[in-house]
């Protein structure tokens, strides 16, 4: 069984209900053929890209031909949202959570759910958490790399890692409102190439330095893109520590020692590349990842897998199942409920 923790999906139903609750928010979607282009009211479009981001039942065909048995559903990080009234984000969330169920409802055998949260308010991203616990079909959450542009330390965000690390769930880090310095990256979608793996880096690299791993150590958080720049600079972390004062404000530790913390996914885009992270990291902390349906997937990603110079069957079967059953595997939760 193969399982792509890397999948993206905005659902007919819930485009249908935002059309009416939240119009500014709510694609409009242009097809050709087997594509499709969304359309926003603020005149952004996202694709082309294969009608499966809306229809399910073409995602089922997409999967098929992929190869890919389970899908662990998420939003797109344009759906996020973290920059609209709290209220608003939190209707919008429980909405693409709820078509997001209900999907796996539906197919239970192929979807699981990485749910969304309103991470601009911690009293609607807890009371979110709290109602998606009960679902059997959420196996943990997708948030984005920061939150409308705050570092994922900061002191309005800890009790929502509390409220996680209480649940069990992992998290899933996306990119999203990726930092561009003085605008260097707009050129080339160089934001994309370029700031997509930074800000993840600077995702964990926030995590580690700003205590919260130490804080809340039963957190677990998935790399996607292959984790960034961190699988190869965790060296250059651990240098800097040591030589200066400032990394070691709330980190008493080496920042390498709380590697295990994270895992990552397969999207390398390269097989050298893909081989240096399993050999790093370990194929126990790298699962599957397409980034389905956008253009920068890979949408043959067991096949990259099984192309990976020296993997025997053992670690094969842990890059494509076995690391992203463990990891999407709850935590016994401290309390009963949130």
Same mark, same amino acid.
């Given at each position: 069984?193969?399982?792509?923790?890397?999948?993206?999906?905005?659902?007919?139903?819930?485009?249908?209900?935002?059309?009416?609750?939240?119009?500014? *928010?709510?694609?409009?979607?242009?097809?050709?053929?087997?594509?499709?282009?969304?359309?926003?009211? !603020?005149?952004?479009?996202?694709?082309?890209?294969?009608?499966?981001?809306?229809?399910?039942?073409?995602?089922?065909?997409?999967?098929?031909?992929?190869?890919?048995?389970?899908?662990? *559903?998420?939003?797109?990080?344009? =759906?996020?949202?973290?920059?609209?009234?709290?209220?608003?984000?939190?209707?919008?969330?429980?909405?693409?959570?709820? %078509?997001?169920?209900?999907?796996?409802?539906?197919?239970?055998?192929?979807?699981?759910?990485?749910?969304?949260?309103?991470?601009?308010?911690?009293?609607?991203?807890?009371?979110?958490?709290?109602?998606?616990?009960?679902?059997?079909?959420?196996?943990? &959450?997708?948030?984005?790399?920061?939150?409308?542009? &705050?570092?994922?330390?900061?002191?309005?965000?800890?009790?929502?890692?509390?409220?996680?690390?209480?649940?069990?769930?992992?998290?899933?880090?996306?990119?999203? !409102?990726? &930092?561009?310095?003085?605008?260097?990256?707009?050129?080339?979608?160089?934001?994309?190439?370029?700031?997509?793996?930074?800000?993840?880096?600077?995702?964990?690299?926030?995590?580690?330095?700003?205590?919260? *791993?130490?804080?809340?150590?039963?957190?677990?958080?998935?790399?996607?893109?292959?984790?960034?720049?961190?699988?190869?600079?965790?060296?250059?972390?651990?240098?800097?520590?040591?030589?200066?004062? @400032?990394?070691?404000?709330?980190?008493?530790?080496?920042?390498?020692? *709380?590697? /295990?913390?994270?895992?990552?996914?397969?999207?390398?885009?390269? !097989?050298?590349?893909?081989?240096?992270?399993?050999?790093?990291?370990?194929?126990?902390?790298?699962?599957?990842? %397409?980034?389905?349906?956008?253009?920068?997937?890979?949408?043959?990603?067991?096949?990259?897998?099984?192309?990976?110079?020296?993997?025997?069957?053992? @670690?094969?079967? /842990?890059?494509? =199942? @076995?690391?992203?059953?463990?990891?999407?595997?709850?935590?016994?939760?401290?309390?009963?409920?949130?």
């Amino acid at each position: 069984m193969t399982i792509d923790v890397h999948a993206h999906t905005v659902p007919a139903d819930h485009i249908e209900r935002m059309k009416s609750e939240a119009p500014q *928010l709510a694609p409009r979607i242009e097809l050709d053929g087997s594509n499709c282009t969304f359309v926003y009211e !603020d005149g952004r479009r996202s694709g082309p890209m294969p009608i499966g981001m809306f229809d399910h039942e073409a995602r089922i065909k997409d999967m098929d031909a992929m190869r890919i048995d389970v899908q662990a *559903l998420s939003v797109p990080p344009t =759906h996020f949202n973290y920059h609209v009234d709290a209220e608003l984000a939190a209707l919008v969330a429980a909405s693409h959570n709820d %078509s997001m169920i209900a999907m796996a409802e539906a197919s239970p055998d192929r979807f699981v759910v990485l749910a969304t949260l309103p991470m601009q308010s911690a009293d609607f991203a807890i009371a979110e958490l709290s109602r998606l616990a009960q679902s059997p079909h959420v196996v943990g &959450v997708e948030l984005a790399t920061n939150v409308a542009g &705050v570092n994922l330390d900061a002191p309005e965000l800890d009790p929502i890692w509390a409220a996680i690390a209480l649940a069990g769930m992992p998290i899933v880090l996306h990119p999203h !409102d990726v &930092v561009e310095g003085t605008g260097r990256m707009k050129a080339h979608y160089l934001h994309n190439f370029v700031g997509n793996p930074t800000d993840t880096t600077l995702a964990a690299g926030s995590l580690m330095f700003g205590g919260v *791993l130490t804080r809340h150590p039963r957190l677990r958080f998935g790399l996607l893109h292959g984790g960034g720049f961190l699988p190869y600079q965790i060296g250059r972390f651990d240098h800097g520590w040591a030589a200066r004062p @400032e990394p070691k404000v709330h980190l008493p530790v080496a920042p390498s020692t *709380l590697l /295990k913390h994270f895992w990552f996914d397969s999207l390398t885009h390269d !097989d050298q590349s893909l081989a240096l992270l399993i050999n790093r990291m370990g194929a126990d902390r790298v699962f599957l990842g %397409s980034d389905y349906p956008f253009d920068m997937a890979d949408m043959n990603p067991v096949q990259t897998v099984e192309r990976v110079m020296g993997l025997d069957n053992a @670690e094969l079967g /842990k890059v494509l =199942h @076995e690391t992203a059953t463990t990891f999407l595997a709850p935590l016994a939760a401290e309390v009963t409920h949130l």
